[in-house]
Antibody, heavy 122, light 107 residues
């Protein structure tokens, strides 16, 4: 059974940093690209970032480019999102999601974590 | 960037009704389209990918159609557990983009 468990969310002041982790199990982690998708309170879904299976290729939404860094440790089956220079508009539930496409492509998410709430507020 | 436009933004329907949701891409995406269902406080669930292929375990009352720029999600006979918000998402190119969502409410 595929499981994705996020951790690391919480309350942070504007300009602060936070690192989210996503522990994966139930599939061969390195064989799949992974994604972060967020949802602001009462709003729709927004893609944040993706990383290919080997970790060599990363992609970001313009809204987070230069502030967020996606990475993965295939030896630990763990996905990360380092978030720096946080803003109020980054407040959201952050979902880790497995991409169904494979290691070297991204298209859609077939499994999602339960989400981790990040609140950016003074 | 490819913009995804969903309509309607909300629909009120009764159990047993047929419900159709449309999604339009700002440029052609072939069949690189996914549909998700999200219930309050829960993560999204993948229903359909690509455009018309039902995921394993998804009830057959759900169906998807379309290619290029115009897509539809149809629920043939709405059940109580189908009241939720539905999102389309294009997987053709980065940035991956979602439609704004369609909330299916009880009439």
């Amino acid at each position: 059974e595929v499981q994705l468990v996020e951790s690391g969310g919480g309350l942070v002041q504007p300009g602060g940093s936070l690192r989210l982790s996503c522990a994966a199990s139930g599939f061969t982690f390195s064989r799949y690209a992974m994604n972060w998708v967020r949802q602001a309170p009462g709003k729709g879904l927004e893609w944040v970032s993706s990383i290919r299976g080997g970790g060599g290729s990363t992609y970001y939404a313009d809204s987070v480019k230069g502030r967020f860094t996606i990475s993965r440790d295939n030896s630990k089956n763990t996905l990360y999102l380092q978030m720096n220079s946080l803003r109020a508009e980054d407040t959201a539930v952050y979902y880790c999601a497995k991409d169904d496409c494979g290691a070297d492509c991204n298209s859609h998410c077939d499994y999602w974590g339960q989400g981790s709430l990040v609140t950016v507020s003074p | 960037d490819i913009q995804m436009t969903q309509s309607p933004s909300s629909v009120s329907a009764s159990v047993g009704d047929r419900v159709t949701i449309t999604c339009r891409a700002s440029q052609g995406i072939s069949s690189w389209l996914a549909w998700y269902q999200q219930k309050p406080g829960k993560a999204p669930k993948l229903l359909i990918y690509p455009a018309s292929s039902l995921q394993s375990g998804v009830p057959s009352r759900f169906s998807g159609s379309g290619s290029g720029t115009d897509f539809t999600l149809t629920i043939s006979s709405l059940q109580p557990e189908d009241f939720a918000t539905y999102y389309c998402q294009q997987g053709h190119s980065f940035p991956l983009t979602f439609g704004g969502g369609t909330k299916v409410e009880i009439k």
